[in-house]
């Protein structure tokens, strides 16, 4: 026991940064663009597939395909957001883009199915089944990896955000909108960028993914899509640091639940755990408190 | 700031603020208006009479299946929208009370086993027990922010679903399958489309008596604006939650009435997220927070759906036309069909009594100068939707009343 246990909570954090990687691009996509992007989900699929045609039919190394999957990604980000996001206008803006995200969704996991059938499908590579003896079990080396990919990832996110004139301007129009445009700052193409920035990270993330999570189909998303959610309301819309912090507590939650009491209950103590927090605090972990007309 | 949708301003500004005595106070008593009244009460008796006789006429057992379907649909859009539509918290977490009511009344049946025929009056339990359910949910839920409040109902949808899965009551991943009944083959399908049909209707018509009243004031108040509802007055949270236990309620019952006509409640059935999703489509295909929308909304795409799924017999073909089609109303008609048909038939009136004007006006120069007033009035009116604000119709009651009358008459709908 004390070992799975041990298992459990290295796996859960590593794994949760992973995590925490898709989660920071869903929740930006909120900060900025006021939207929630319920197609997060199926676009990690994407990503993971992505990565699957490279490794199998081109025998390109995971990482390496990474190189061309997140500009990929990016683009679809770009393009969804340019063509089904940007016309939307109005009061129930937000609400119209749940549903436009997820007619994306649909989409996206129809041509999955047609090109790929609904076999559960996994990533392999060297180093997926291999890895050092810590703790008394073997700890693949792709979580390492991933761990330290997910760390590069959202700092560098970090650094764009915080240290250069384009992060800036999207933090610019994360406080308010229409004073950004009054100073100059092009919102359209911030929130593009902003889009295709939070889309391309599930490339990175969904090449973990496909990797350590056992299989993967076109199916997956939904369980993607929920946990994604769960993750940055607990840690506070549109807060980055929340959803770091959510993502690593919550996978880490569930691995533990699985091994100490049942697999069958650790999704339920996932979901459970969230509305517990938000019944004492409704804004989430790191939250900023808002008016509730918003 | 166009696309305000036009019912809000008149209902809320009138009797909220001058007084609660004069409900729905925005119609004017115009001779266009009563004829317009008496034309609706019209399809709405037409409608409801094709509805009544549709069994009898087309005895095809997939087509009245498809009805079955349809109506469960029209009711459980309805009820979603007396509380989504109303208040603006978009719930995908409905398939909570449908897969709730489904089991309660499933269980019971087992339980009790009882035969068939008057199992129906079972429906009503069902409904308490989804109702008892939604007052601990809405005590959590309904304390945040909108865009929380969606993925606070899809994270209980999920608790539920996988409830239905562990606990020891539920029969598992086997569900619970309903009991055989013994009427003949060839109409099957009419007593839960008449069931159906009673629940929806009646569901319509209490969304329809909400909407008249101080309480479906108050929530299309905290839809506006939940702050300044408060600072008004409305007690939110009693009022939030009386509506979201209502929906739930009746979500139940149909939720049950779905367990007889199916024969077995699954948890991936019964809790089945496409639900969610499928009713919210619906709404905001019709028109989200309108009467007659939702219904519509109903009306059409659950046969489409069914039509989608037998023309297309690859379901992800289908998936993706759905998806497609979806897409193409948000785009296009991002308001839905009843407030944007309204609008159309706002503007070719106007264009009507512009044109009709302008005859006359050209050849007696004396009369033109009030009827030439009105037409800039009106369509500002039809779009802002503010009868009362509008400044150059004001002056010219008697040209601008048949216009002022139509836009908030349309949207009130």
């Not at chain 1, 796996?11 to 940064?17: R, T």
């Not at chain 1, 803006?93 to 995200?101: G, I």
């Not at chain 1, 499908?121 to 997910?150: C, H, Q, R, W």
């Not at chain 2, 003949?184 to 049909?197: E, H, W």
Request: hydrophobic share 50%; proline share 5%.
């Amino acid at each position: 026991m004390g070992r799975e246990l041990s298992e459990a909570i290295v796996d859960g954090i590593l794994g949760g940064s992973v995590y925490a990687l898709m989660a920071v691009g869903l929740t930006l996509i909120f900060g900025v663009l006021d939207i929630i992007n319920i197609a997060q989900g199926i676009l990690v699929v994407l990503g993971a597939y992505l990565s699957y045609v490279l490794s199998v039919h081109l025998h390109i190394d995971l990482f390496a395909g990474l190189l061309v999957t997140v500009p990929a990604m990016f683009i679809i980000g770009v393009a969804i957001q340019w063509a089904f996001i940007r016309p939307l206008r109005g009061r129930e803006r937000t609400s119209m883009s749940l549903l436009a995200t997820y007619a994306v969704a649909i989409i996206i996991e129809g041509i999955l199915y047609i090109i790929f059938g609904s076999n559960y499908v996994n990533l392999n590579a060297s180093y997926v089944t291999e890895g050092p003896k810590i703790f008394g079990f073997y700890l693949d080396y792709i979580y390492i990896y991933g761990f330290l990919m997910a760390l590069l990832l959202v700092l560098a996110i970090y650094f764009t955000l915080y240290r250069t004139p384009f992060g800036r301007s999207v933090r610019a129009t994360m406080q308010d909108q229409t004073a950004a445009r009054i100073v100059g700052i092009s919102v359209n193409r911030v929130q593009a960028l902003t889009f295709g920035i939070g889309v391309a990270v599930t490339a990175a993330g969904g090449m973990v993914f496909g990797a350590t999570s056992g299989g993967f189909n076109p199916n997956t998303g939904y369980d993607l899509i929920s946990r994604l959610l769960a993750i940055i309301i607990l840690g506070g819309l549109g807060s980055i640091g929340g959803a770091m912090i959510a993502a690593i507590f919550m996978i880490t939650l569930e691995g533990v639940v699985d091994v100490v009491w049942s697999p069958s209950w650790s999704v339920v103590v996932f979901y459970g755990a969230l509305v517990l927090v938000l019944a004492f605090r409704p804004q989430g972990l790191l939250g900023r408190k808002a008016a509730r007309a918003q | 700031m166009n696309g305000e949708p036009v019912n809000v301003g008149p209902v809320i500004e009138g009797p909220v603020i001058e007084g609660p005595a004069q409900a729905g106070g925005a119609q004017l008593p115009a001779g266009r208006d009563r004829q317009a009244t008496v034309l609706r009460l019209g399809c709405l008796a037409v409608l409801l009479v094709i509805a009544a006789i549709f069994p009898l006429v087309i005895t095809n057992a997939l087509y009245t299946q498809f009805a079955v379907d349809t109506m469960i649909y029209v009711g459980a859009v309805a009820a979603w929208n007396l509380f989504s539509g109303y208040t603006g918290y978009i719930s995908l977490g409905n398939a909570v009370f449908f897969g709730t009511g489904a089991y309660t009344v499933g269980l019971l049946t087992k339980q009790w086993k009882l035969p068939g025929g008057d199992i129906f009056a079972l429906l009503p339990l069902g409904g308490l027990v989804a109702a008892l359910v939604a007052v601990p949910l809405g005590l959590v839920a309904l304390r945040v922010r909108r865009h929380t409040f969606v993925v606070i109902t899809i994270a209980f949808f999920f608790i539920f679903q996988l409830l239905a899965f562990n606990l020891s009551f539920t029969g598992g991943n086997q569900g619970v399958s309903s009991p055989f009944f013994l009427w003949s083959a060839a109409d099957y399908n009419n007593p839960f489309y008449y069931v159906g049909l009673i629940i929806a209707v009646a569901t319509i018509s209490l969304s329809w008596l909400i909407r008249n009243s101080r309480f479906g004031l108050q929530l299309l108040a905290i839809r506006d604006d939940e702050d300044r509802a408060r600072g008004l007055g409305v007690r939110t949270m009693r009022t939030k939650l009386t509506a979201f236990v209502i929906s739930a309620g009746i979500t139940g019952m149909i939720g049950g009435l779905w367990w007889f006509f199916i024969g077995q409640a699954l948890p991936e059935t019964a809790f089945d997220p496409l639900f969610d999703l499928t009713v919210a489509l619906m709404a905001f295909l019709g028109g989200f927070g309108t009467l007659a929308g939702p219904v519509l909304g109903a009306l059409i795409l659950e046969p489409l759906q069914q039509w989608i799924g037998i023309t297309f017999t690859n379901g992800y073909t289908s998936d993706i036309v759905l998806g497609g089609l979806f897409l193409a109303v948000i785009l296009f008609m991002p308001r839905g069909l009843v407030p944007t048909g309204a609008e159309f038939v706002t503007k070719w009136r106007v264009a009507q009594a512009r044109r009709r004007e302008a005859a006359p006006g050209g050849s007696a120069p004396g009369g033109s100068a009030p009827g030439g007033s009105a037409p800039p009035g009106s369509p500002t009116l039809g779009r802002t939707g503010s009868p009362g604000a509008g400044t150059p119709g004001a002056s010219t009651p008697g040209a601008s009343t048949p216009s002022t009358g139509t836009p908030s008459t349309g949207g009130v709908r």
